[in-house]
């Protein structure tokens, strides 16, 4: 029987923790408009029956000031309009558990001498755009988008009109608002990021935006994430930002620093009852990788339970349990542990998140393939479960392949053949088609090596 090349898991089957694990910014950047609490009085006549709108700024600090007159169907009764809209008083805006300056639109109703407020307290004047500071022409255009939430058109203008503009400040920094309330954070990080000083009015969402990118790209650039993460606890140190900076030391492998971090994360949170279960559990799955790194076996098993508990039905804890049974798995095999290795990969499998369990089988099959007397079928038998969890995984129809490979070495059918063929061509598509051209190589070694080759030893008609 032909002797099959010696096969190396491929490099697909590692995890990155980071990246599955949710952003905790993600509840933080609920916008809640500001709100009229009590309005105020006037002394001035009111001369009929109308309807005024007058814009009020209101600061973080709860304090106000009514700017002017958006519409009236009446104009003699606007003194009074804004008379009462300066004695009124207002919540200020928030954005998340932060205070942050906005504008209101206070709308009152004027019935003959008496007057009611008419305003639409969810409308707002728009989801972020910050109140105060000095804009540009295009800056106020980009705003005025912002309010009316069309943020797509919001950004494609400030992006057009800073081509021919790249030094106003003020409308690059409208960019990164356009961006962070369309859901672009790795755009709005990069547009505060390009401002020589960003205003204070704009500071609360620049912080947001940095904290979310940061997160979102620990995983493919920890030198990138951990950049944000310190500007965003620079301009503000909120549990946010600090949930950010301990994922990007997570990702720099700076662990002792990310469990002092998100350890900060987890008692200000589980303090605070207004935080969602969620985001409890992402906060749980961050320290309990940052364990699974330290080895620390008990405070990680701490987390899982109390992540259980506060959603049975989250996979996140059993991925990184998973992931470190991986690992473990992985050296295991390298120093030739077998038994060790397969116990590892089996219950990496068992823990009950899909996308380890496929990894795990793939693994487990590859190492079948390493040993010095292959069983095909048990490899073929890994390799099944992995397909049945995912049919299109390139490692997994790799490791289907060779167990078919190895099988019609000594059984010489056709119909063997065939399938390994389809197989191994299935995982070279699928493997190009992700640009992994590292497996997609390794693949077509492997099938020039052994499958084009005659059972007997003698290399068929395609070598």
């Known amino acids: ?49 109308g309807k005024v709108v007058i814009q009020v700024e209101v600061h973080s600090d709860g304090s106000h000031r009514a700017i002017k007159v958006i519409s009236s169907t009446n104009p003699g009764d606007n003194a009074a309009a804004m008379e009462i809209a300066q004695n009124s008083t207002y919540r200020p805006a928030h954005r ?4 942050v300056t906005a504008f209101y639109d206070f ?12 305003s639409n307290e969810g409308s707002g004047s728009g989801p972020s755009v910050p109140a105060g500071g000095s804009l540009s022409g295009a800056a106020s255009q980009v705003a005025s988008l912002i309010r009316a939430k069309q943020y797509s058109q919001a950004k494609s203008k400030a992006q057009m009109e800073l081509l021919s503009s790249p030094g106003d400040e003020s409308l690059r ?25 960003i205003g204070q009015q704009f500071k609360p969402i620049a912080a947001q935006s940095f904290a979310r990118a940061a997160v979102d790209v620990a995983g493919s650039d920890p030198t990138k994430a951990l950049e944000y993460a310190q500007k965003a606890m620079a301009l503000d140190p909120s549990t946010n930002s600090k949930y950010a900076l301990g994922q990007a030391q997570l990702a720099n492998k700076q662990y002792t620093d990310a469990i002092a971090t998100l350890k900060q994360v987890h008692a200000a949170t589980f303090a605070d009852p207004k935080t969602p279960t969620s985001a ?45 049974l991986l690992n473990a798995g ?88 065939k399938k390994a063929a389809d197989a191994l061509d299935k995982a070279d598509q699928q493997a190009k088609a992700e640009g992994n051209e590292a497996l997609s190589l390794q693949i077509e070694s492997f099938v020039k090596k052994n499958l084009n080759a005659a059972p007997g030893g003698q290399s068929g008609s395609g070598s």
């Open 1 to 49: 029987m032909k002797r099959l090349c010696r096969i190396v898991a491929p490099a697909a089957g590692a995890l990155v923790v980071f990246a599955a694990i949710p952003a905790l910014a993600q509840y933080a950047n609920e916008f809640v408009p500001a709100k009229l609490l009590h309005q105020g009085t006037t002394t001035k006549p009111i001369v009929g029956s």
């Open 96 to 99: 998340g558990s932060s205070p």
């Open 107 to 118: 709308t009152l109703q004027f019935n003959g001498k008496s007057v009611a407020n008419a």
């Open 173 to 197: 920094q409208m960019l990164g608002v356009a961006a962070f309330d369309s859901g672009d954070y790795a755009t709005a990080a990069s547009a505060f990021d390009k401002v020589g000083t």
């Open 280 to 324: 409890k559990v992402a906060i749980d799955t961050a320290l309990m990788n940052a364990y699974l790194q330290t080895k620390d076996t008990q405070d990680m098993q701490a987390m899982a339970a109390e992540a259980k508990q506060l959603d049975p039905n989250s996979t996140l804890p059993g991925r990184v349990i998973g992931s470190g």
């Open 330 to 417: 992985v050296d295991a095999a390298n120093a030739k542990n077998y038994d060790e290795a397969f116990k590892d990969f089996d219950q990496a499998a068992a823990g009950g998140d899909p996308e380890v369990a496929v990894t795990a089988y793939a693994q487990a099959a590859f190492l079948v393939a390493r040993m010095d007397k292959p069983d095909y079928k048990r490899m073929q038998a890994y390799a099944d479960k992995a397909l049945a969890l995912k049919p299109n995984d390139a490692a997994a129809n790799f490791a289907e392949g060779i167990a078919l490979t190895g099988q019609w070495a000594s059984s010489h059918d056709d119909g063997t053949k």
